[in-house]
């Protein structure tokens, strides 16, 4: 019977289709239907011992659906195999063909669709005795579209051990069509190194003379690059510089070499053929010259009318900032102004005027300065940048707050409140005047309102003069007002004469400075959480505490001054270190603990999840961490329970059949006193859950 069999095996092995290649359905961690379709092949039906040969991976896809690279990006898992061989055989790694983008959302994957073979090197032994080599091979993968199922697949192969190799023609061309699509080594000089907050990526020219197109950066650590960022190119004849956002663990630079793919278009004969190369770029390295605007958009061309509609938008769009919630407590600086001195000389009105448009121009200049600096050197940020920063948004919430100290008659800092300190003040407004323009602005700028904003828009595509131009626009809008009342007093006539009202009417713009803090206060809790809250309270605490002590000239009173100086610097430290920390969380799933909660009749929320599930991590960035739903789910007292599909897990899969679901994400929500579950869709928005929990 063993001669039998065993001369069955050695008939077969002579059939190339039928030994070297075996083909077996993938199996679903679900029990479902698989999406991919895969099997064994090799490019030999006989091998020869002391050689190595090639083995592949074949991956049939179904469309719309997609595996993972050797990085897969923001989520996913890669492929993986193994082995169990015969003593004397022993395999390599798997050779990964270049990936493809996929993005989703707000991320972004690298993997392969539709069909791809991954080649993996065998090497058979010099003293390998037996006649037959039996392959068999445990393979694992992830394979998503809107949802992700876990795959397998239990493979084997038999082969032939002769002193003379035969090929397998058809497994050969399978596993060659994999190998075209590997990269292709390079020795060609390449860098990267910081710029600003982006990291420029330079190549030398992989191409002699032909033109390239549509280069993109693979590399092989997910700690390098932020993935769904967007990679801008500069393509010259010198090379290619891809502008890359760093990865959170590469913001303080690259310790070493991050090595990866580099995949780009080349024109050959009228065509475009996609090529990709491996890459190791030297750290801290440019190696081809970088103009400065390499990373700069378009620039739309200049004409004269459409210049002068520009301005003249902006000329209005700065009008109507003076009408923005944001600048309004400003306004009541320059009103109290105007009540000042409606009866004084018209040269002191036309001098403020004047110093007020001057601090206003000034400053808008200085923040498009800002804006075409970092422009020039590839990293642009947008208008209104001075509030994005917790700790300029604290300090301008103390200035407001402490404006309305004074405007309330705390402490006194001289006769004109266009004067933000007492030096201002004593130098007879002047200064005042100037440096209420210049906060008039910082407050104002945020806050760009209808006109303004399309002026802006453009103007970042032109050259620099242009935002120069829009910006002294913006700036005679804000101002006109207040200048033509300063060279017109006559349209002052209607204000009383000066009286006790005035002290009153002091007092009361108070008020709106006490408003602007508590809108800056609102928007550092988007910023930096109750942390950064408490921190700037802290600060409201000891700028008060300090205008008090001022009061005072004995020591004590200085000793306790400086205390306050330091504990407002303190809260200013604190607010700077802030950060916006909301993250939802719950409980670790099990049946019996769904079982029991349902059966008291509370409201319960399954998440199905898992780190390698794209769609899951979308969800989880988009919809959960939101703030409304963690406020929703606690307002409401619903039980989170989180089913962790990470590594595998039967109980875990069992319940995502018991649900009917394909694959995760799934999502199951068990309304109060129900033990009916609501299936929710794969992907699920803010609306949808709040909806869900009111029972929409």
């Known amino acids: 019977m063993a001669r039998l069999l065993t001369l069955m095996i050695a008939l077969l092995a002579l059939v190339p289709t039928a030994t070297a290649q075996s083909s077996v359905p993938g199996r ?84 392969y669709g539709d069909e791809v073979v991954l080649p993996i090197p065998l090497t058979i032994a010099d003293d390998y005795s037996d006649r037959f080599l039996e392959i068999r091979a445990a393979a694992s993968w992830l394979v998503c579209e809107e949802v992700c199922i876990p795959e397998s697949a239990d493979l084997d192969l038999f082969l032939t051990v002769s002193d003379a190799a ?49 280069a993109a950066f693979y590399p092989y650590s997910d700690m390098v690059i932020n993935h769904a960022a967007e990679q801008v190119e500069y393509i010259s004849d010198d090379g290619i510089a891809l502008k890359l956002d760093p990865a959170p663990e590469a913001r303080s630079g690259l310790t070493r070499a991050p090595q990866g793919v580099l995949t780009y278009e080349v024109q050959d004969g009228g065509e475009w053929i996609n090529r990709a190369i491996v890459i190791t770029p030297e750290s801290g390295v440019k190696v081809i010259d970088v103009p400065q605007d390499a990373f700069a958009g378009s620039v739309l061309p200049v004409t ?49 005027g004047l110093l007020f448009l001057a601090g206003v121009l000034v400053t808008f200049l200085a923040l498009a300065a800002v804006l075409l600096t970092f422009k020039a050197i590839g990293d642009p940020i947008g208008w209104g940048f001075q509030l994005q920063n917790p700790l300029a ?52 700028a945020p806050c760009i309102g209808p006109f303004a904003a399309g002026a802006l828009g453009l103007a970042f595509s032109q050259p620099g003069f242009v935002l120069v131009l829009v910006s002294l626009m913006l700036g005679l809008g804000l101002a006109l007002p207040y200048l033509i009342l300063s060279f017109y007093p006559s349209l002052l006539k209607w204000l009383p004469k000066p009286g006790p009202w005035m002290v009153r009417f002091k007092q009361f713009l108070a008020f709106p400075m006490f408003g602007a803090a508590i809108w800056l206060v609102w928007v550092l809790s988007m910023q930096g959480g109750p942390q950064g809250v408490l921190m700037l309270l802290i600060g409201f605490l000891a700028l008060g505490f300090l205008v008090w002590t001022l009061k005072f000239s004995n020591v004590t009173a ?62 989880k960035q988009m919809t959960l961490n939101s703030r409304q739903v963690v406020e929703a789910f606690e307002a409401n007292e619903v039980t989170v329970l989180i089913a962790d599909w990470t590594n595998r897990d039967d109980r875990i899969a069992a319940a995502i059949r018991g649900y009917g679901a394909a694959g995760i994400p799934l999502y199951v929500y068990y309304a109060p006193g129900s033990s009916e579950p609501v299936i929710l869709p794969p992907i699920i928005s803010t609306g949808l859950i709040l909806d869900t929990l009111n029972g929409d």
């Open 28 to 111: 679903s961690a679900l029990g479902n239907d698989a999406m991919v379709d895969t099997r064994l092949v090799a490019d030999q039906v006989a091998v020869s011992p002391g050689t190595t040969f090639y083995v592949g991976l074949r991956m049939e896809i179904e469309p719309g659906w997609h595996t993972y690279w050797r990085n897969p990006g923001d989520s996913g898992e890669p492929t993986s195999i193994d082995w169990i061989l015969p003593e004397g055989v022993s395999a390599g790694e798997i050779i990964w063909p270049a990936p493809t983008a996929y993005p989703f959302g707000p991320l972004m994957n690298y993997g």
């Open 393 to 444: 948004v604290g300090i301008l919430s103390l200035v407001m707050f402490g404006i309305g100290l004074n405007l309330v008659g705390l402490f006194e800092v001289g006769t004109s409140l266009q004067g933000v300190g007492g030096r201002w003040a004593n130098a007879g407004g002047d200064a005042g005047a100037f440096m209420t323009g210049l906060l008039a602005v910082v407050v104002a």
């Open 166 to 214: 035969s090929p397998d023609n058809t497994g050969a061309a399978l596993i060659q069509s994999g190998l075209d699509r590997v990269p292709s080594e390079s020795d060609l000089s390449a860098g990267i190194a910081r710029s600003a907050s982006s990291l420029i990526l330079t190549i030398e020219q992989p191409e002699d003379g032909r033109t390239v197109r549509n």
């Open 304 to 352: 004269l009318s459409g210049l002068a509609v520009t301005l003249i938008f902006s000329l209005i769009g700065g009008l109507i900032l003076n009408l923005m919630p944001c600048v309004f407590p400003v306004l009541s600086i320059k009103a109290l102004g105007f009540v000042e001195r409606a009866h004084s000389a018209p040269g002191e009105l036309r001098r403020h």
């Open 558 to 619: 200085r000793i306790a001054a400086a205390a306050g100086v330091l504990m407002l610097v303190g809260a200013l430290f604190g607010v700077s270190r802030s950060t916006m920390a909301v993250e939802y969380t719950g409980e670790p799933w099990s049946q019996e603990r769904v079982d029991m909660l349902v059966a008291e009749g509370r409201p319960v929320f399954i998440d199905f999840t898992a780190a390698w599930c794209v769609s899951c991590q979308f969800n």
